[in-house]
Antibody, heavy 117, light 108 residues
Framework: EVQLVESGGGLVQPGRSLKLSCAAS????????MAWVRQAPKKGLEWVAT????????YYPDSVKGRFTISRDNAKSSLYLQMNSLKSEDTATYYC??????????WGQGVMVTVSS | DIQMTQSPSFLSASVGERVTLSCRAS??????LDWYQQKLGEAPKLLIY???NLHTGIPSRFSGSGSGTDYTLTISSLQPEDVATYFC??????????FGAGTKLELK
């Protein structure tokens, strides 16, 4: 059974940092591009970051570029999102997902990040 | 950047009715268009990828079509369990993925 389990969320003050993790199992993690997608409360989905299979290529939208860093450890089947200089508008549920040529096939259950003083 | 416009934002339909949801891209996305279903309190789920390919385990009442900038998700006979918000996603480039704002589908 495929599982993606996010962790590391919580309440953080504006300007501070937080690191999310995503533990993958049930599929060959190293064969997949991976991504983070977020959803602000009662809002739509927003793509946050993508990383290649080796980790050598990363992509971000302008809204997080320079503040967020996606990384992976294929030996541990784990995906990470380092979030720095957090803003109130970063408050959202963050999902990790596999990103392949056939779409975002696998999703985690999500982890909540609240940025507030 | 590619913008995605979904319509309608809200749709109310009856059980058994044929339902059509639309998604328009601001430029040609070469059929790299997916549809995702998100039920209340759950993670999104892939329904259709690359315009018209049904993901594993998805009922055949769901289908997709389109090309260029205009794409459609059709539910041939709406079922109660289809109540959800539906998002389109363009993946024309590895550098930037864009979701539509979503269509909330409810039962009449």
């Amino acid at each position: 059974e495929v599982q993606l389990v996010e962790s590391g969320g919580g309440l953080v003050q504006p300007g501070r940092s937080l690191k999310l993790s995503c533990a993958a199992s049930g599929f060959t993690f190293s064969n997949y591009y991976m991504a983070w997608v977020r959803q602000a409360p009662k809002k739509g989905l927003e793509w946050v970051a993508t990383i290649s299979t080796s980790g050598s290529r990363t992509y971000y939208p302008d809204s997080v570029k320079g503040r967020f860093t996606i990384s992976r450890d294929n030996a541990k089947s784990s995906l990470y999102l380092q979030m720095n200089s957090l803003k109130s508008e970063d408050t959202a549920t963050y999902y990790c997902a596999s990103r392949g040529n056939s779409g975002y096939g696998y999703w985690g259950q999500g982890v909540m990040v609240t940025v507030s003083s | 950047d590619i913008q995605m416009t979904q319509s309608p934002s809200f749709l109310s339909a009856s059980v058994g009715e044929r339902v059509t949801l639309s998604c328009r891209a601001s430029q040609n996305i070469n059929k790299y268009l997916d549809w995702y279903q998100q039920k209340l309190g759950e993670a999104p789920k892939l329904l259709i990828y690359n315009t018209n390919n049904l993901h594993t385990g998805i009922p055949s009442r769901f289908s997709g079509s389109g090309s260029g900038t205009d794409y459609t998700l059709t539910i041939s006979s709406l079922q109660p369990e289809d109540v959800a918000t539906y998002f389109c996603l363009q993946r024309n480039s590895w550098r930037m993925d864009t979701f539509g704002a979503g269509t909330k589908l409810e039962l009449k």
